[in-house]
């Protein structure tokens, strides 16, 4: 197998983000993409009985058979061991079963010890190489054509306008909000329809009406406008973040590179460019409320306008400087950071880090890869030239720590970078971070 195939099947199931981490899991697990049989029997005695020709872990992303037999059991209909190596060396079963075992853990990787023991860092930069160029050639495809009967113009929309509506069906966190729209909106007697639907889950997304026709789904500026319906059940459910960029991605793909909207938020029907539905005047007459206070328009706006190219990773080799700092551990008490005692945030500021004082990284470092570990909450680390770096974010409740989330930052010539909290309401509470610092 090769990096491109093992990245399409990892494209399949998981975020670009996420996506990445698990290519390079991976390229651990399999040896760079031999299709192994790993952990012998022999290490693992009392497991013997699961072994097929001396082995437990099979395929590329080493499913660990003593562990998941459940899952092999219902998934092959077998309880020969031997039967299911035969399904896990194949590559869609293969990364099909490591997404349940990845859903399984609570959406984390940790199932994997290339992910626990950190191994899996070494293989990031080709792992983000080998996403970006499949991304760049990926043509954006939904992954549900449902088309609807109720069709508002047999024409393109005349203006180029974006409406963007949340789904609202009013059940809290209802899990069927994708498919109860996808129904509700497809249905004659109901008489509406939309362009598109993305779920929550930041994968899935319908189509219902060509962009060369016109929904119906905001009165007068039907014929006007192309629509996108984001699942929210009630405002208070917010937006997940996978949701946010495949959203983006869909609009930049086919509204800004495909039909020249602009890439800005407006707020009336003249120019171009994408607007709420309570922002129109059709939306405000019928007293729309959607996508609500919850939807990040600087953020959307943001990411539909960042270049698609991530900048080339730093190879090793080009590195000269190469240094692991924790801080709050090598510093003890005397960084920003403390482990023993989490340091917030408050919602809607900007804490300035330094990379010298903070985490003990030597000084002339040009850019670190710093890893968070926080509570929830959504928060932009920005460059030291307050360019926006990376985003930690993540839904979990209250009380229950992120995975550690990685991104790279550039340094100020001081050593300086911030971390802004999006949210105003919300307070970012890190607990623990970590920096691997790079210069030349
Ligand atoms: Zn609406």
Redesign the pocket.
Known sequence: MTWEQAGKAVLSKWQPEEAVIMLAIGAVESGQWRAVDGDPVSNYPQYAHFGVDGYLSFGWWQVFVPMHYDKLKRRTGSDNPRDWRTYLIDLNNNIDTAREIYDSAGRLFTPWSAYKGGQYKQHLPRAQQVINALLGSTDMQPTLIKWSPNIAAHRPPSKKIV?I??TRSGTPGNPSEFEGTVNWLTRVDVGLSIHLVVDRDGIRWARLVPDDKCAV??GQHNTETWGI?VCQPVNADGYTEPQMKLLARICKALYVDGQGVAPQHITSMTGSGFIG??ETPQ?RAAG?S?PGSTFNWPYFISLLSSTTTPPAPIGDDDVIIKHEAWAGVTHGQEGWFNPAAPREIPGGAVQRLNAYYDFGVPEGTRWVEVEFMFERGYAIIVNGDNSHAFRVGDAQPRGTWTPAKTGRVWLDEGGWFSVFVEDVENPVKIFFAHAVAYGT
Do not use: L, P, T
Request: glycine share 10%; aromatic share 0%; net charge negative.
């Open positions: 409406i509506h949340a789904h905001a319906e539905h309570e939306g729309k959607d």
